[in-house]
């Protein structure tokens, strides 16, 4: 019976990470695909890929970041869909870091907006230290994917007669 409870409890963190971390990029999505004008502005204030990599990036990002939201929103390749995420969410630190160390004054952009902003206006510790946040959600999700309320999870259940992820 303990270990039942267990499980359940993990369960529900796990479903607390996958929710939230979609919530992250469903929203980063949205507010991208929005204003693609801007997102372009944002990819490229960070000075490391060409105009048409800009372009092509500024483009795709949106619309990636809502695909990996509603996966997860409803529970489909948990734990492919947070491999990704930690790839991306790796990429970001990185892309900020960058910025950061070559003295660049940019808004990271990854909720919208970004850009150029004035000398000390950047927030480059706090940038960071969010999506460390959302790779430990994601990392969470890729040790342990099991969640409630997940498709795949009444897929495998329906399908085969064995529960899993």
């Not at 963190?13 to 372009?40: E, H, N």
């Not at 969410?89 to 660049?104: D, E, K, M, P, S």
Request: hydrophobic fraction near 55%; glycine fraction near 14%; aromatic fraction near 8%.
């Amino acid at each position: 019976m303990r270990q039942v409870t267990g499980g359940r409890v993990l369960d529900g963190i796990g479903t607390l990470a996958r929710l939230g971390l979609a919530a992250v990029w469903l929203v980063s999505g949205l507010l991208k695909a929005m204003d693609p004008a801007q997102t372009y502005v944002a990819v490229r204030a960070y000075d490391v890929l060409s105009r048409p990599l800009v372009s092509v990036v500024a483009g795709i990002l949106p619309w990636f970041e809502l695909a990996l939201g509603l996966l997860l929103l409803v529970g489909i390749g948990t734990r492919a869909v947070a491999v990704l995420s930690a790839g991306v969410l790796l990429v970001f630190i990185a892309g900020v870091t960058q910025a950061w160390v070559r003295g660049l004054s940019i808004d990271c952009g990854c909720f919208g907006g970004g850009g150029a902003v004035a000398p000390g206006q950047t927030q480059y510790v706090q940038e960071i230290l969010r999506d460390v946040g959302f790779l430990a959600l994601a990392i969470w999700l890729i040790v342990r994917p099991q969640t409630l309320f997940a498709a795949e999870r009444r897929l495998v259940t329906s399908g085969s007669g064995i529960e899993g992820n």
